[in-house]
């Protein structure tokens, strides 16, 4: 079975910090800063690097949360991180879209922070789906939880879960290699 743990952050960051991480990654994309070859809407530039206060505190969260996941300090080589919106008709192809983050010398973890989820989305499968094995094997939905970041290794295939709704579903995701 497929490890994974979720973590709350909803008392460090809030619902008025996370609009404003929904106000920055729609700046970001409508500057044109998103992945054209890869499902809109994906930035293409390191999230965590913008300069406020909510995004070094989503930051740490992701950082003390990896870290709470190995239940050890490690030390990191590299972050990286992105926000995603997405709605039904912006939403990737599900039958291809299954991947994997995996770098030669390196141990990956990845996580998926919840920023907002649509009200009339299902929550049990919204969030992301995760392969046991491979994407042809049995799969969990974790569910989404806004606030919460959910870590797993980066080796796992995952894909964002099915979305149904036409507003956005914000996401930020990162991986740290150790």
Do not use: C
Not at 127 to 146: C, N, Q, R
């Amino acid at each position: 079975m497929t490890e994974y743990e979720l973590y709350d952050w909803t008392s460090l960051i809030d619902s008025e910090a996370r609009r404003s991480m929904i106000t920055d990654i729609n700046q970001v994309i409508g500057d044109g800063h998103y992945w054209k070859n890869s499902p809109p809407y994906q930035t293409n530039i390191n999230i965590f690097g913008l300069t406020t206060d909510y995004w070094n505190n989503l930051k740490m969260s992701f950082i003390w949360s990896a870290f709470a996941y190995m239940k050890q300090e490690r030390q990191i080589k590299t972050i990286k991180s992105w926000g995603y919106r997405t709605n039904i008709d912006t939403q990737e192809d599900r039958d291809n879209y299954w991947h994997q983050h995996i770098r030669d010398d390196s141990i990956v973890l990845s996580g998926v922070y919840y920023v907002e989820i649509p009200e009339d989305a299902n929550l049990q499968t919204s969030g992301t789906e995760l392969a046991h094995t491979t994407p042809e094997g049995d799969t969990t939905y974790v569910p989404a939880k806004e606030g919460h970041w959910l870590i797993f290794p980066g080796k796992t295939w995952h894909r964002p879960g099915i979305l149904q709704s036409n507003k956005n579903r914000y996401i930020v995701a990162a991986d740290m290699e150790i």
